[in-house]
């Protein structure tokens, strides 16, 4: 019991230091250059990207901070966005659906290509299969909504 | 902050839409690196929040027997994927804990390159269920559904992934 205890708060101090070291400069990187034009040029880039899947240009910042670096931090500056930008369920549905799929897109699938895995189906068949989830799962609750309102 | 008086909306908030006439570059960048570090604490405070009740239920669950379990349940299924029913142990600790933990159970299980391959689609598609459901949650999703759709999505992704690697060679 004591042990588990221990493990507990020496984990749980590991998981906020990772969490606290990468959330703050995140987000005080995204704060300042948010209004850059070079920034600006990378979300619109990416933007054009995932439209494809149903994400405005609004989603596009979150989803490739999720993209590249995690599931929990993107989802913090959904959180975020969510509040400061109004975003609609549809969008915060069809981030979640994507992300979910694919998140962290570096570390996570540089763990399993070390241990031996095809960097083709780890990452390629990855990212294609979690559009392809998005867009069916986005197209049911586009469906969903529908039948409902009326 | 100097008066923009075609900004309409005195004392807006910091966070609005930036003004028209931006102030100077020195105090921009110090408002914006103040709204950064706000903003950067209080996401960090959401996710502390939400992530650490996560992460204690995680330990009491490994703690409970519970992974051991659940892998003894989810034998059978592996078949489907093309692998051995102890690479159950490393998808349900994958599910439950995080991938660096399910790398380390996957490690002792002699697998080969393309059965590596399928386990890791699986399980970069669903781990960490808790935490990250927790957060999903936060952002007003059903954190339970998306688990769901994880776990499904994920084993039919290897499913397809094995299939596939089958006929090309």
């Known amino acids: 019991m004591a042990e588990l205890l221990r493990t507990f708060v020496t984990g749980s101090f590991d998981l906020l230091l990772r969490v606290f070291l990468i959330v703050v400069p995140i987000m005080v990187v995204l704060e300042l250059f948010e209004g850059t034009r070079p920034f600006r040029a990378v979300v619109r880039a990416w933007a054009r990207v ?3 899947v149903g994400l405005d240009e609004r989603s596009a910042a979150p989803t490739l901070i ?85 | 902050m100097g008066s923009f008086p075609d900004n309409g909306v005195p004392g807006s908030p910091v966070d609005g839409p930036a003004p028209a006439a931006p102030p100077g570059l020195g105090a921009r960048f110090k408002r914006d690196l103040g709204i950064g570090l ?12 939400v992530m650490i009740p996560a992460y204690g239920a995680t330990l009491i669950l490994e703690r409970l027997g519970v992974i051991e379990w659940l892998a003894r349940a989810a034998r059978p299924l592996m078949a ?10 490393p998808l349900i600790v994958g599910y439950v804990l995080n991938i660096y933990a399910a790398v380390g159970s996957m490690q002792a299980l002699g697998l080969s390159s393309r059965q590596i391959t399928v386990l890791a689609i699986a399980i970069l598609i669903g781990h960490n269920l808790l935490v990250e459901g927790a957060v999903l949650h936060k952002a007003g999703m059903n954190g339970f559904s998306f688990g769901a759709l994880r776990i499904v999505a994920g084993l039919v992704a290897a499913a397809v992934a094995n299939l596939l690697m089958g006929l090309v060679r």
Not at chain 1, 90 to 95: L, S
Not at chain 1, 100 to 125: K, N, P, Q, R, T
């Open chain 1, 50 to 52: 995932v439209r494809h």
């Open chain 2, 38 to 49: 706000k903003s950067g604490l209080q996401t960090f405070w959401v996710l502390a929040r």
């Open chain 2, 80 to 89: 489907l994927l093309g692998l051995p029913g102890d690479a159950a142990v």
């Open chain 1, 66 to 150: 999720g993209f590249l670096f995690g599931l929990a931090y993107g989802g913090g500056i959904i959180v975020r966005d969510v509040r400061r930008h109004d975003l609609g369920r549809r969008q915060v549905f069809i981030m979640s659906t994507f992300l979910s799929m694919v998140h962290a897109i570096a570390e996570d699938s540089l763990v399993f290509i070390a241990l031996g895995a095809s960097i083709f189906w780890v990452v390629v068949y990855r990212i294609v299969w979690a559009a392809l989830v998005t867009l069916a799962l986005g197209a049911v609750a586009a469906m969903v909504v529908r039948r409902f309102r009326r």
